[in-house]
């Protein structure tokens, strides 16, 4: 799972400088996955070891950070639309796609994650 997180560090990373990016660089707030990127590359970096303990306290600090990005990308998403739809305003959609993106992904990546570590107890439990 180490280098899964390290594939999902580059997506979150490319996802964080595309919309950077793509917004004309004015909106810094885009590059909030990127630094969630980050800490899942630095993390899953870290649990690349033989030492079973290190690796399983890194993967379980990833799997925190990504549960946290989550929650605060879909909650966000949430309530842009609905700020802006009870403004009678027009949503803006850009951010809410990019919003939207980090958290299908980090919701993709806890499952994977949770579905390891499930998968790791049953095999020791033998």
């Not at 390290?6 to 004015?26: D, E, N």
């Not at 290190?54 to 879909?74: D, E, P, Q, S, Y």
Request: proline share 3%; with cysteine.
């Amino acid at each position: 799972m180490a280098k899964v997180s390290l594939v999902f560090a580059v997506l979150l990373a490319i996802l964080g400088l595309g919309f950077y990016l793509g917004t004309g660089s004015q909106h810094p707030t885009a590059l909030i996955p990127l630094w969630f990127g980050l800490a899942l590359g630095v993390f899953g970096f870290l649990a690349i070891s033989p030492n079973e303990g290190r690796r399983k306290l890194f993967m379980h600090i990833n799997v925190t950070v990504g549960l946290i990005g989550f929650l605060g990308a879909a909650v966000q998403a949430i309530r842009e639309y609905g700020n802006a739809r009870s403004l009678g305003a027009t949503p803006n959609y850009v951010a809410i796609e990019a919003q939207s993106a980090m958290a299908l992904l980090l919701l993709i990546y806890v499952l994977m994650c949770v579905r390891s570590f499930i998968e790791a107890r049953r095999t020791r439990a033998e």
